[in-house]
């Protein structure tokens, strides 16, 4: 059995991605969609910016989760405009981050690979990446739209319980990037070691300012310039989820549901800030719990 290697940074993560990825065609049970994906993954590597998230930031984006998609099935569900790629073409990754495949070995560390569909639908495409299986395809999402569009990347045969890991990933991306979005909350500092960013420019052809660690913008100063400058925000952060509320036809963002009646859908907003604490909710998903 292959010993498992726990990777120190999204640096090292990257680079054994890249290099596995050729070998897919290796693997045992392969199929020709496995090699396309392999192939697809290679490249963007070669153009990607990678975001290597801090454990607390994480956490939150399972609290997030669950706020926001908690009880929701995939027609009830309208992405945000914050839920935008913050670059082209991102990967994500925390230290730590297993997932376990029926039928495969456990605990094996994996990131998310998400780029804009080539072809211009508008649609952001969502991978699962890692040196031990190579790349598989979770589902798409679209934001800016009036209607709920998310497309899981079910095939014939999927049951329900592996569809519904499907659309978990996709949506967990989502929430990723709706964090990332918000300047105000996260900073961004170089991830892995100098040396590390060299020896893999040198190696993949990465640009150094690729890598991004993504922590919380918090801190005595941050906390004490908010309180002197927007009182308003002193509260922990916490999210406001989206829903839809009774409107007029013709309204801004309006849409006939099944009842006959119209609805105006109303974007979920961020309140507060991390500098005063994260307000928790319960009963989260955790990222990678199966697939």
């Given at each position: 059995m292959?010993?498992?290697r726990?990777?120190?940074?999204?640096?090292?993560?990257?680079?054994?991605?890249?290099?596995?990825?050729?070998?897919?065609?290796?693997?045992?049970?392969?199929?020709?969609?496995?090699?396309?994906?392999?192939?697809?993954?290679?490249d963007?590597?070669?153009?990607?910016d990678?975001?290597?998230?801090?454990?607390?930031?994480?956490?939150?984006?399972?609290?997030?989760?669950?706020?926001?998609?908690g009880?929701?099935?995939?027609?009830?569900?309208?992405l945000?405009?914050?839920?935008?790629?913050?670059?082209?073409?991102?990967?994500?990754?925390?230290?730590?981050?297993k997932?376990?495949?029926?039928g495969?070995?456990?605990?094996?560390?994996?990131?998310?690979?998400?780029?804009?569909?080539?072809?211009?639908?508008?649609?952001?495409?969502?991978?699962?990446?890692?040196p031990?299986?190579?790349?598989?395809?979770?589902?798409?999402?679209?934001?800016?739209?009036?209607q709920?569009?998310?497309?899981s990347?079910?095939?014939?045969?999927?049951?329900?319980?592996?569809?519904?890991?499907?659309?978990?990933?996709?949506?967990?991306?989502?929430?990723?990037?709706?964090?990332?979005?918000?300047?105000?909350?996260?900073?961004?500092?170089?991830?892995g070691?100098?040396?590390?960013?060299?020896?893999?420019?040198?190696?993949?052809?990465?640009?150094?300012?690729?890598?991004?660690?993504?922590?919380?913008?918090?801190?005595?100063?941050?906390?004490?310039?908010?309180?002197?400058?927007?009182?308003?925000?002193?509260?922990?952060?916490?999210?406001?989820?989206?829903?839809?509320?009774?409107?007029?036809?013709?309204?801004?963002?309006?849409?006939?549901?099944?009842?006959?009646l119209?609805?105006?859908?109303?974007?979920?907003?961020?309140s507060?800030?991390?500098?005063?604490?994260?307000k928790?909710?319960?009963?989260?998903?955790k990222m990678?719990?199966?697939?």
């Amino acid at each position: 059995m292959t010993k498992v290697r726990e990777p120190s940074s999204i640096v090292e993560m990257a680079e054994l991605c890249r290099l596995a990825q050729p070998l897919v065609k290796y693997m045992e049970g392969v199929t020709q969609d496995d090699i396309d994906n392999a192939e697809d993954v290679l490249d963007a590597l070669g153009a990607c910016d990678f975001y290597q998230l801090d454990d607390s930031v994480v956490r939150a984006v399972d609290q997030v989760y669950e706020q926001t998609y908690g009880g929701k099935t995939t027609d009830e569900i309208i992405l945000d405009a914050d839920c935008r790629l913050p670059s082209n073409i991102c990967a994500f990754w925390s230290p730590g981050s297993k997932i376990s495949f029926t039928g495969r070995a456990s605990n094996l560390p994996f990131m998310y690979l998400a780029f804009a569909d080539p072809d211009g639908s508008g649609k952001n495409l969502v991978f699962l990446i890692s040196p031990y299986f190579g790349a598989v395809f979770m589902g798409s999402y679209q934001v800016g739209v009036e209607q709920p569009i998310l497309i899981s990347g079910y095939t014939a045969g999927m049951d329900e319980t592996q569809q519904q890991v499907h659309t978990m990933n996709v949506l967990t991306v989502a929430t990723m990037c709706s964090l990332l979005n918000q300047p105000s909350f996260t900073k961004r500092e170089p991830a892995g070691s100098r040396q590390e960013r060299r020896a893999a420019k040198r190696s993949g052809g990465y640009t150094t300012d690729a890598w991004h660690k993504i922590t919380w913008n918090i801190g005595e100063e941050v906390k004490a310039k908010l309180t002197r400058d927007e009182p308003v925000r002193c509260m922990p952060l916490h999210y406001t989820r989206g829903h839809w509320r009774k409107a007029e036809e013709g309204w801004k963002n309006t849409t006939q549901r099944k009842d006959g009646l119209w609805y105006q859908w109303i974007e979920g907003f961020w309140s507060g800030h991390p500098a005063f604490g994260i307000k928790k909710s319960y009963h989260a998903p955790k990222m990678g719990d199966a697939a």
